[in-house]
Structure formats: C-alpha cells, structure tokens
C-alpha cells in the first residue's frame, strides 16, 4: 500500500518577478526568482486573473488614506492619480532582460492571498496544495503590477469586467474644471 504524501516546501521568497504571456496555454505566466537566483513559473487562468486585479484595485481603493477622505465623488479620480503617478515615476534603472516564457512544467495557481502591511502588501501566491511565491511589494510596486497584469489581460483578448471605474481602458485622463 502506498500512501500520499505531500511535501511541504516553504513557498519563494521571491525577490524578482515579471508577468507574460503564454498564448499556446492561454494562460498568464509569472515568473518569480528568489535571492539565490532559484526561481518558480506559475500560470494563471483567465478567471483567476480577473479575481485578481479587480481584488487589487479594491486594495489599493480601500488602503488609500487620500481616497478614504475624500468625498464619494472624487475618490476614483484620487487613484486613477496615484495609479499614473505610480506608472510614471523612473527612479528605478532600467529593467534587465527578462528570460523568455518558461515552457514545461509549472504550477497553476489556484489562490492569492494579498495582506495589507504597515510599508506595503504581502502576496502569497498558492496552487492547490501549498503557498509556493511569497513577496512583499510597496504601493507604487502594487500599482504597477496591477498594471501589467491588465495589460496582459487585455493583449490576450480576455474582456476581463474591471469592475473599478478608475482602471478601466480608456479611463486615462482626468479633467478638472
């Protein structure tokens, strides 16, 4: 008789990470490399990334001090400003070249966890057994990421319902009167 066992790893401690697209498994791939240059590929599904970003979006909605205390009506143009803000600052050099699309194996994620921290977020990304890439990602980062997740979303033709008006394609102007 054999029996099931599941080993249990500690999940990356992820200190690099990118997102792509992988078009031949129509699923959104991230890629994430720890401190000892150790990394791990998971894919993400279409349902799961619409979960995501529109998760995020909330995140970012509710942790936004400037948004919390302004009125109803401009708190979406309030992160739609940070959002840009976030999407525009270039203190970081440029990034490195990022390795292509792992093929083969990988995991499919099943499940993120997003934890609101005093300097930041903390995500934990798990597939059906156990948390596999675990990072910590201040707010610009967050912004940031959320935007290229979407992006992808959108070049994968997925119409993913963006259910905060301030994330939504076309949403990149404010005027103010």
């Given at each position: ?106 995991g ?31 707010r ?34 404010i005027?103010?009167?």
């Amino acid at each position: 008789m054999t029996a099931d066992l599941t080993i249990v790893t500690k999940p990356l401690a992820a200190t690099s990470f990118f997102f792509a697209y992988d078009e031949p498994e129509d699923r959104l791939v991230l890629l994430a490399t720890d401190s000892e240059n150790r990394s791990l590929a998971l894919g993400l599904t279409r349902r799961l990334t619409g979960r995501l970003i529109n998760a995020l979006c909330v995140v970012l909605e509710k942790s936004s001090i400037n948004a919390s205390t302004a009125p109803a009506d401009l708190r979406d143009d309030i992160i739609l400003l940070e959002h840009q803000g976030a999407l525009s600052v270039h203190s970081a050099p440029a990034p490195a070249p990022r390795p292509p699309v792992p093929g083969g194996p990988r995991g499919l994620m099943t499940n993120v966890e997003i934890t609101t921290l005093p300097d930041g977020f903390g995500l934990t990304f798990r597939d059906a057994r156990q948390p596999k890439i675990q990072f910590k990602i201040n707010r610009l980062g967050l912004h940031r990421m959320l935007e290229v997740i979407a992006r992808h979303a959108e070049a994968a033709n997925w119409h993913i319902a963006i259910e905060s008006s301030w994330l939504e394609p076309g949403q990149k102007h404010i005027v103010l009167n």
